[in-house]
């Protein structure tokens, strides 16, 4: 049942618009350890006004860098606490679960997209961060309370999710750490990208996003980050050599067999997905990656939720796809 309701909010977070160096195992892959960015002291408010439109054309004004911020989604609140607002978030959807602090913040709920604008309300936000997985009637909704709501718009690149970066920053009062971030990140993804830039062979990547029916198991298609992030760490995506053009497909055996993947990365770990599992599934034996052992847990965060993270899943990638770079 977890992952079912795993890949509905994966769907409806993408169409409605919104690690350190680690050696792969032929069986596991340790999650991502990137520290946090340590939540800093709150800015002092100033008299400039604040104003800018956001991701559904609304111009939002604060009188002064937001103080009290509830985030309605795990990547606004890693991008929160990762330009140093941590100590600003006063409240979190209940899927926030990183970094850890954020865990100890009050919850307004989130799962199948219900939310308590009662308790939202109660936590006196002079900042509501709403995102993709969030519709425009909530927005409606919790302005129509009197709360200032600005909604994040999904990024589809990295230099969207550095734009986010950046207007976050602007609300909070950090924009001089939203700048160290982004030079480190972007630092980052090119040491990834020279790396892989004259790799000899890129393998074929299966990347298992939901296998509740292991008959037809999800993917990521082009226009995701699971796609995009494959293709720079120097792979090709399951999908592309398939020639699938959905963003999220489920695929059949056949199709599996046929395009014969030399990895397969299982995002759906943390609900269970395991090596073995794969393994012992009728008609799989065939695969490269199966016959091969070149099957990786993978957690899927750091694909899905478009925040910085997503260089931690990039590295993780690369070092999976082409550990003898990373040696």
Known sequence: MLKKIFILTLLVTLLVGCAPAVTPAP??????????????????????????TDGLGRTVTLTHPAQRIVSMAPSNTEILFAIGAGSQVVGRDEFSDYPTQAKSLPSVGGSMGNYS??????????????????????????????????????????????????IVAQLTGHTSDAETLITSLKARVAAV?????????????????????????????????????????????????????????????????????????????NYGGTPDQVKAR??????????????????????????PRLVDGLEQL??????????
């Open 27 to 52: 069986t596991s892959l340790p999650t991502a350890t990137l520290a946090p960015a340590t939540a800093t002291v709150a800015p002092t408010p100033t008299t400039a006004a604040i104003t800018l």
């Open 318 to 327: 690369a070092k999976l796809l082409h550990p003898e770079l990373f040696q």
């Open 193 to 269: 990208e020279a790396k892989v830039a004259n790799v000899a062979t890129k393998p074929i990547v299966f990347y298992e996003v939901d296998a509740t029916d292991p008959t037809k198991p999800y993917t990521y298609g082009p226009g995701t980050f699971g796609d995009t992030l494959i293709t720079m760490a120097g792979g090709i995506n399951f999908s592309t050599a398939a020639g699938i053009t959905d963003q999220y497909p489920q695929v059949s055996l056949e199709q599996i067999v046929k395009t014969n993947p030399q990895i397969i990365i299982l995002g759906d770990s």
């Open 282 to 307: 009728a008609g799989w034996g065939t695969i490269d990656a199966v016959k091969n052992n070149m099957i990786f847990p993978f957690d899927d965060n750091l694909v899905s939720r478009p925040g």
């Open 117 to 166: 604008n009662e308790q939202i309300v109660a936590l006196k936000p002079d900042l509501v961060l709403a995102a993709g997985i969030n519709t425009p009637d909530q927005v409606k909704s919790l302005e129509s309370l009197g709360l200032t709501v600005y909604y994040l718009s999904n990024p589809t690149t990295l230099d969207d999710m550095y734009k986010n970066l950046e």
